[in-house]
């Protein structure tokens, strides 16, 4: 089984956030790939289904972001899933607005959401890292990622969203080269 997690926090006031665009990724996966309805898991709200002929969970954390990793470490560890078998989608605000990069293991690099997964965790899993941009100045941080993509943004962000349903087979099939080139030339097309 694969489990594909996107971060974010729950509660309609932060659905159209920067920091949610994890959940938004899960969501599109979701509808693009028919799985079932989700429903609650302990702290996570799950949904099943296939990709690509594998069994794949889709899993949104339903603490804050900053305690993500409590309700990802349960799911994984009661179904003994190897993290090379999770892959993680999250903001990155050292990426340009969707730039699209994905790596196992590796630091938090200051997100409070892969500092609580890699406490529960361990580092070695997926991260599909979406770009969000940086406001500029640190202290302006906290507000910009718990603000709403701009009209602007989602010039990017829809087409982004739906390139990265159509490729996620070889997203679970772990072809990440494959993955990342069919991904930047479905963009150069939209």
Not at 47 to 56: F, Q, T
Not at 59 to 83: C, D, Q, T
Not at 179 to 189: G, K, M, S, T
Request: glycine share 10%.
């Amino acid at each position: 089984m694969i489990l594909f997690v996107g971060l974010g926090n729950p509660g309609t006031q932060y659905a159209l956030n920067r920091h949610n665009v994890g959940f938004m990724v899960v969501d599109v996966l979701a509808d693009h790939f028919s799985f079932s309805a989700f429903k609650r898991r302990g702290e996570a709200v799950i949904a099943e289904g296939e990709i690509a002929s594998r069994k794949v969970t889709l899993l949104k954390p339903m603490n804050f972001m900053n305690r993500s990793g409590i309700s990802v470490s349960e799911f994984a560890h009661f179904f003994k899933i190897p993290l090379e078998d999770i892959i993680v989608a999250h903001d990155d605000l050292d990426l340009v607005p969707g730039k699209v990069k994905i790596k196992q293991g590796g630091g938090a690099g200051g997100h409070n959401g892969l500092r609580s997964l890699d406490a529960h965790l361990g580092q070695d899993y997926w991260r599909l890292r979406i770009g969000i941009g940086h406001p500029g100045h640190r202290d302006a941080v906290h507000s910009y990622v718990l603000k709403n993509f701009s009209s602007e943004e989602e010039d990017w962000l829809v087409p982004l969203l739906q390139a990265l349903a159509r490729e996620a087979s070889l997203l679970v099939q772990k072809d990440m080269p494959g993955f990342l080139n069919n991904l930047a030339l479905r963009l150069r097309e939209a």
